[in-house]
């Protein structure tokens, strides 16, 4: 039993760890600019999609856009991208991001197959209209 105890013990520490590193990729990621993130998430969407994304960004994003807007704007386009390689069997993405007289502008557009209206869970919290609705 000691034994067991021991490697639960491992096991909560490295949880811990994990936590903490996650939680510090997290604040060096939010350190960067909102286009140099952009342009990271476009990049590691590249992999899971099999295609880079088409990325256009205008407007004074890295100084018009809050923190919180811009953490926000990441959720959902991670979302957005995830949703694209998982279901929509695209050969094309189009972000654009754009920034212009108090409005921020977030679009993703793809060739995909689109959204089979019985599958979706609009009662989910986390959807990306979800997180547009918290943001305003």
């Known amino acids: 039993r000691a034994h067991v105890g021991s490697q639960e013990s491992q096991i909560r520490r490295s949880d811990a760890a994990v936590a903490r590193s996650e939680a510090d990729l997290n604040e060096a990621r939010r350190q960067l600019s909102l286009r140099d993130r952009l342009v990271a998430v476009s ?3 590249t992999d899971t999609l099999g295609f880079a994304p088409a990325l256009r960004m205008t407007g ?3 100084t018009d ?3 919180r807007h811009a953490d926000h704007v990441m959720a959902v386009l991670r979302e957005a991208l995830s949703n694209t390689a998982r279901h929509a ?3 094309s993405v189009e ?3 754009a920034a212009a007289e ?3 502008r977030l679009t993703v557009a793809d060739n995909g197959r689109g959204i089979v209206p019985e599958t979706t869970r609009s009662s989910d919290p986390r959807t990306p209209k979800t997180k547009i609705a918290q943001v305003m």
Request: aromatic letters at 0%; charged letters at 20%; hydrophobic letters at 50%.
């Open 43 to 45: 990049d590691e969407a």
């Open 60 to 62: 004074l994003l890295d």
């Open 65 to 67: 856009v809050p923190a």
């Open 89 to 91: 069997h695209a050969t």
């Open 95 to 97: 972000i654009g991001v």
């Open 102 to 104: 108090r409005t921020l």
